[in-house]
């Protein structure tokens, strides 16, 4: 995902602070791609705020450890 705003650069921090399993593989940046290990139990969730925040996301891999 790409944040646009400074806003989504700060929700995708905050994500990053308040749930240590999620595994940001890139510091949060403005206009900069940013790649994340989600675990399949919060997934759902992260993509609810991402959407909410206006954040579009792709999944690169579907599981990690295949």
Same mark, same amino acid.
């Given at each position: 995902?790409? *944040? ?11 994500? =990053? =602070?308040?749930? *240590? ?5 890139? =510091? *949060? ?9 989600? *675990? ?17 996301? =792709? ?8």
């Amino acid at each position: 995902m790409v *944040p646009v705003s400074d806003q989504q650069v700060q929700i995708l921090k905050k994500l =990053e =602070e308040d749930y *240590p399993m999620l595994d940001f593989w890139t =510091e *949060p940046a403005k206009n900069r791609n940013v790649d994340v290990n989600v *675990p399949p139990g919060v997934s759902d969730y992260f993509r609810n705020v991402l959407a909410n925040a206006g954040l579009r996301s =792709e999944v690169i891999h579907q599981d990690l450890q295949k």
